[in-house]
């Protein structure tokens, strides 16, 4: 989808990065990783100079991958995509749909990144790069990743509009597994510049893009819905699911801890009968058994107080415990 251009908008509003900045940015990582990779080979060579050849090559070869190979990867995933070169040329290193890329990415990446820039010189990258519409190597394209140029600092960045209140909620069951993350940068980009467009190509856009989405899932198009208001309301039940997913975990939290408050007010007002009647019911049980003999009437009151006195008590029981337990949800 990020072939609908037209001369009134670019729905791609990411900037794709020129060969020469990129061979410029690339150039200058090159440079750092060579110099660090220079360095621990002299101190490995200086460490290993006692051991034989094979254990000297195997480290050797240890050395080429950790620093060549393994440096980049890691900087490229701590950094989301801005390596010392891209950084010093405005340049990152996004997915298609224009997120920060991940470990899986940085690790294509890396690992074509020998063969198109080490192994070759640079001549598989500078071809696939000019045959690119977008400028990509084939790393960007098997990790589906590309070369932008950062915004301008300080540059406002227009949000998606939010849909019409009638609509919200309303497509909560629809599945969106199946759009492409093309498709979702095209509606974004769409709905950002709407306001900017003839009207009259920006209704023809609006309804391209509704048209593709209802064929990715496969959901009946809704009847009296405008194309653009049904984008909006689409996308941002996308971007609830998503912060349903990320913040989840965190928003059950507070729902968790609010059960204890609410447990011990019966387990409270529960308890406080017992210890009441237990002292009430032993005067009233201990001068009967008092007439008999007294060694025998001592077990034996311990053991008649609880079911005799019970009755007694009861009513009076329920009487004090709403009371106690009446501020524990308050508390």
């Given at each position: 989808?990020s072939d ?23 150039c ?11 360095l621990?080979?002299v ?7 006692s ?11 240890a050395?080429?991958?950790l620093?060549?190979?393994g440096v ?5 995933t701590l ?6 070169g ?19 990415h ?6 074509l990144?020998v ?11 500078v ?7 977008r400028?990509?190597r084939?790393g960007d ?6 070369v932008v ?5 300080g540059a ?5 509009p ?34 900017q ?16 989405l209802?064929?990715?899932t496969?959901?009946?198009p ?24 990320a913040f ?13 408050v ?12 017992a ?17 008999g003999p ?18 007694a ?7 004090e415990?709403p009371?106690a337990g ?6």
């Amino acid at each position: 989808m990020s072939d609908l251009v037209t001369g009134d908008a670019v729905v791609l509003g990411l900037r794709p990065a020129r060969l020469p900045s990129r061979a410029l940015a690339i150039c200058l990582d090159l440079a750092v990783y060579v110099t660090g990779y220079v360095l621990v080979t002299v101190g490995l060579t200086l460490a290993t100079a006692s051991l034989d050849p094979a254990a000297q090559a195997a480290v050797a070869v240890a050395s080429v991958l950790l620093v060549l190979v393994g440096v980049p990867i890691a900087v490229e995933t701590l950094s989301h995509g801005r390596s010392l070169g891209k950084l010093a040329c405005g340049l990152r290193v996004v997915r298609d749909d224009g997120g920060p890329i991940r470990f899986r990415h940085a690790l294509v990446r890396g690992a074509l990144g020998v063969v198109e820039l080490l192994l070759t010189f640079g001549t598989v990258a500078v071809v696939a790069s000019l045959v690119s519409a977008r400028g990509r190597r084939l790393g960007d394209v098997f990790a589906g990743t590309l070369v932008v140029r950062e915004r301008v600092p300080g540059a406002p960045v227009m949000p998606v509009p939010p849909p019409p209140p009638w609509l919200a909620g309303r497509f909560g069951g629809l599945d969106l597994s199946a759009v492409p993350d093309g498709l979702w940068l095209a509606i974004r980009q769409y709905l950002t510049r709407m306001n900017q467009l003839d009207p009259q190509v920006g209704a023809a856009m609006a309804a391209r893009l509704a048209d593709d989405l209802v064929a990715c899932t496969g959901a009946p198009p809704p009847a009296g819905v405008p194309a653009a208001a049904f984008l909006m309301a689409v996308v941002h039940e996308r971007q609830s699911r998503d912060a349903a997913r990320a913040f989840g975990a965190a928003g059950t939290a507070p729902v968790a801890g609010a059960g204890p408050v609410f447990g011990p007010a019966p387990t409270v007002g529960g308890p406080v009968p017992a210890p009441v009647t237990a002292p009430v019911t032993a005067p009233v049980t201990a001068p009967a058994p008092a007439v008999g003999p007294v060694p025998y009437a001592a077990p034996a009151s311990h053991a008649a107080p609880a079911p005799a006195t019970p009755p007694a008590t009861a009513p009076a029981a329920p009487v004090e415990t709403p009371r106690a337990g009446g501020f524990a949800p308050p508390a």
